[in-house]
């Protein structure tokens, strides 16, 4: 198990190396990018779920072995790197949920309502 979180992390150095792309523009553009493959591949809406919680739970597996590499190797770990990753992968592809699904019944109640004019010919 720890031999595939080093070589999942000696990935993770050598691609930010080749590409020159830095760790948190792989989480900003990769987030995005998987949302709307697994969208395609399930053949869901823009503005479903399903392919986003399967975007976080590939997230949760990434930081969960970043936390056993950082375990093992006894470096110092805080949950702030970890938030900041996570954040960076989920609120891009949220908010393109969020976007799509804004024309739906659920958020009509976010929206303002239509003020009603009234006619000066009704007096």
């Not at 900003?28 to 869901?44: D, E, H, N, S």
């Amino acid at each position: 198990m720890f031999a595939l979180v080093l070589d999942w992390e000696m990935f993770k150095v050598w691609l930010s190396a080749t590409s020159g792309l830095t760790h948190h523009d792989f989480h900003l553009l990769l987030g995005v990018l998987l949302t709307l493959g697994f969208g395609w591949v399930l053949r869901r809406p823009l503005g479903s779920w399903l392919p986003l919680l399967i975007v976080l739970v590939l997230e949760l597996i990434n930081e969960t072995f970043d936390f056993i590499r950082y375990y093992v190797d006894s470096y110092p770990w805080g949950p702030g790197p970890m938030l900041v990753d996570i954040a960076l992968t989920m609120v891009p592809p949220l908010a393109i949920v969020l976007a799509a699904r804004w024309d739906s019944f659920y958020f009509y109640r976010f929206r303002r309502r239509p003020r009603l004019t009234i006619a000066v010919a009704l007096r």
